[in-house]
């Protein structure tokens, strides 16, 4: 921890914005700087009932130990006896999921704008040993300049810094696993440049490439079909998107120089980009954070009323974890 300690009682928890599996995130104004950020909070119990407590460090000490300019920022952590606090960079330009809702597919240029970022994180956390492992929509936020931030890394596996390296987790979203993954297989990086090149297609055509509503004929779908593309795909864009869903780990495209000098990104200037200097083709409108617009609140439980207070929380720690090392200051 960098600097001096902070607790819930150093913010105003203005509004509940949503609930995710083992959390709920609140608007938070921190009192000394007026400024805002996202609270996510975490019951003690539910994290160690529900065999969290590794994937909840894993998060923490990614978001504090690994910073990149287009990975959310944390910010700080603490506790109370009975919950944890995350408190983060407050992205007010939705998620892509959000932004397809409102929007529909994206154009080539700004699909084009949003890979060169993942291929600049996604090889970024390689290199630290990370494989990220739940490459969604929903887990890209998009800020003010229309520069993505990666964020959840709940599910994330660490350690993996040796090429070799290889885990068997059957873990993240079923549409977008890739074959080795659904077979059951030891997987490496690899498993994170399939799902780019699933996103990719999923933002750019409006569909995922393998899903069926059926899992038996998903399961088909990604280890055997076709992969077709819409008419106004561009061939370098299906290129490189075939290249990423090349169904043996080993042919699937890995290598950044390789990426970077592929036809798909000629003209990009990567170092403008690394920098967030190059202009977005896509803005999201200026608001206001406290109107929460950029939530999709037809996803997420939401009430104005919900109460972040520990005397509301009726779940108890067992005891049994050491929370002592989750606390942590970045400022």
């Given at each position: 921890?960098?600097?001096p ?25 921190k ?22 407590v ?8 990614i ?16 506790q ?12 007010t ?25 993942l ?6 956390l ?19 300049k ?14 993996m810094k ?7 987790s ?9 074959p080795e ?15 780019l ?7 750019l055509?409006?569909k ?18 076709p ?11 299906q ?43 896509y ?41 002592e ?7």
């Amino acid at each position: 921890m960098e600097g001096p300690a902070v607790c819930l009682e150093d913010f105003d928890v203005l509004q509940f914005v949503g609930i995710g599996g083992h959390s709920k995130v609140y608007l938070a104004q921190k009192k000394e700087t007026q400024k805002f950020y996202a609270l996510k909070m975490l019951e003690k119990r539910k994290v160690e009932r529900c065999q969290e407590v590794t994937h909840t460090f894993n998060e923490r000490n990614i978001l504090s130990g690994y910073h990149h300019p287009f990975i959310v920022k944390l910010h700080y952590c603490f506790q109370s006896d009975e919950n944890l606090y995350m408190v983060l960079d407050l992205v007010t330009g939705g998620d892509l999921a959000y932004n397809m809702k409102l929007q529909g597919t994206f154009s080539e240029e700004r699909v084009k704008f949003y890979a060169a970022q993942l291929v600049l994180v996604l090889d970024f956390l390689h290199k630290h040993g990370i494989i990220y492992r739940d490459l969604k929509p929903e887990n890209l936020l998009l800020n003010e300049k229309g520069y993505l931030l990666l964020c959840d890394f709940g599910i994330s596996k660490v350690d993996m810094k040796d090429p070799d390296a290889r885990t068997s987790s059957f873990c993240g979203t079923p549409a977008y696993f890739s074959p080795e993954m659904l077979n059951g297989l030891e997987y490496g990086t690899a498993v994170d440049w399939w799902q780019l090149g699933i996103l990719l297609y999923q933002i750019l055509c409006g569909k995922l490439p393998f899903y069926h509503p059926n899992s038996g004929i998903m399961w088909k779908n990604i280890n055997s079909a076709p992969l077709v593309f819409p008419d106004h795909v561009l061939p370098d864009t299906q290129d490189i998107i075939s290249k990423f869903l090349k169904r043996e780990p080993s042919e699937r495209l890995q290598d950044i120089n390789v990426m970077q000098q592929h036809p798909y990104f000629t003209g990009l200037d990567w170092d403008k980009l690394s920098r967030k200097e190059l202009p977005a083709p896509y803005i999201p409108e200026s608001i206001n954070p406290k109107d929460i617009h950029f939530v999709d609140t037809n996803e997420v439980f939401f009430s104005e009323d919900e109460d972040i207070s520990d005397e509301e929380t009726f779940f108890q720690p067992t005891g049994t974890t050491n929370w002592e090392s989750f606390d942590y200051v970045s400022e």
